[in-house]
């Protein structure tokens, strides 16, 4: 029986926005660099990613952000500080805004089941995202506070431990396949996949289940069945 729902925060219940493209256009400005923002910002992911997996021992998300640009500003020939130039970045993170589905089902949902986020985040940046509405989690953790990120099984035990569930009482739902539902199969808890820019997901998806919004989560807490497309 499903006792807790925990939720992935950015892409699944906040929204990112264009933030970090806009970010990455103010840095190549600064730099007086004619790169295409939205390259700049692919690759940045791309190198954001590598350089999580790597860590030998945790550290921050703002300092892999500037390991992040660094490594950017190497690759791209451009002769200017990263430790200057990576403000707008990290002032990104902030004010971003919840999807417009998300606190009316939470609201419903507090009801019946616990609630919390589990984010691969700096604790400061999410928790005034979370903003006002911290009343609708029984608990709000970072890979800030586990010392660990998804889809490392570290995260996600570490996780299992401070909510005080067992596996089979939980339900995680997030947006990437890759850190949200293989991290969170691969502890044995069940996951749902919120494609929300309906995409088009590989009959091998390794989801329990998939929905487009926080609406349809409804529908599979009210019948759990197996759902992959």
């Given at each position: 029986m499903i006792k807790a729902l925990v939720f992935d925060c950015y892409g699944t219940i906040i929204s990112t926005g264009n933030g970090s493209v806009e970010a990455s256009k103010i840095i190549l400005n600064n730099v007086k660099s004619q790169i295409d923002p939205k390259i700049f910002y692919k690759t940045w992911k791309k190198i954001h990613k590598e350089n999580i997996q790597k860590l030998k021992h945790f550290c921050t998300e703002e300092k892999i952000f500037n390991n992040?640009?660094?490594?950017l500003f190497?690759?791209?020939?451009?002769?200017?500080s990263p430790r200057k130039n990576i403000k707008p970045m990290l002032n990104s993170l902030y004010n971003r805004k919840y999807f417009d589905d998300v606190i009316i089902n939470l609201v419903q949902l507090k009801n019946k089941y616990s609630i919390f986020i589990a984010s691969n985040s700096d604790t400061k940046p999410l928790m005034e995202n979370v903003g006002n509405e911290k009343y609708l989690f029984n608990g709000i953790y970072?890979?800030?506070i586990l010392r660990a990120y998804k889809p490392s099984n570290i995260f996600f035990e570490k996780l299992l431990i401070k909510i005080n569930y067992n596996k089979d009482e939980v339900l995680f739902i997030g947006d990437s396949i890759e850190d949200d539902i293989i991290g969170a199969n691969t502890v044995g808890l069940k996951s749902v996949l919120v494609n929300r820019k309906n995409k088009v997901i590989d009959e091998n998806c390794p989801a329990n289940y998939i929905i487009n919004n926080i609406y349809e989560l409804?529908?599979?807490?009210n019948s759990i069945r197996p759902h992959c497309i």
């Open positions: 992040d640009l660094k490594m190497q690759e791209y020939g451009i002769k200017n970072t890979s800030e409804n529908n599979i807490l």
